[in-house]
């Protein structure tokens, strides 16, 4: 990974989880979704993040930065970009069960308690011939997290992860835009 931490790290970092008061996680780097071991470190930080907002008590703050959709270039075939992209989709279908279930923001039914805050904002990869956008780190900050990773952050375009975008088919989708321009008239 080419992130500044280390798989051991990580795990460490894991154990915070469930007490920090302040969470901000980047994970923007495609071994998220291709490696293996990574994605064990991964689905074990969504149970963790999942758990966290169940049976919490007291104020916190979850910020989560996940990619949009896989880069088009996982390196090797397009098998592997194949694969890349169902990991990532499972990924995020996953996620956004557990933001719907916990009553995150966007969320039908019960919400949060108040103080108690989940959210998560995809990033879209610049394509083919834009300018490189300034590195963004992966990483996992509990309070005062580096100027990076809050400018990363508050990086305007950023999309937020709707709890129940896969749940509304058809032309009713949110981002439909038919169905967004029904209200223009």
Not at 148 to 154: C, F, G, H, I, K
């Amino acid at each position: 990974m080419s992130g500044s931490l280390t798989l051991a790290a990580w795990e460490q970092a894991l154990e915070r989880v469930t007490s920090a008061p302040n969470v901000l996680v980047i994970q923007v780097d495609p071994a998220w979704f291709t490696d293996p071991t990574w994605a064990a470190v991964r689905d074990q930080l969504d149970l963790l993040l999942f758990r966290r907002t169940l049976g919490a008590s007291g104020p916190f703050a979850l910020r989560r930065m996940m990619l949009y959709d896989p880069p088009s270039n996982v390196g090797g075939d397009a098998t592997r970009y194949q694969l890349a992209a169902a990991e990532h989709g499972e990924w995020i279908r996953r996620v956004r069960r557990q933001l719907a279930a916990c009553g995150a923001a966007g969320s039908a039914g019960k919400a949060m308690p108040a103080g108690q805050d989940y959210e998560i904002r995809q990033l879209i990869l610049d394509r083919v011939g834009a300018a490189p956008p300034p590195p963004i780190p992966d990483g996992i900050w509990f309070g005062n997290a580096p100027a990076s990773a809050t400018t990363a952050w508050e990086t305007p375009g950023l999309i937020p992860l709707d709890p129940h975008e896969d749940q509304i088919i058809g032309p009713h989708r949110d981002r439909n835009p038919l169905w967004q321009g029904a209200f223009l008239d």
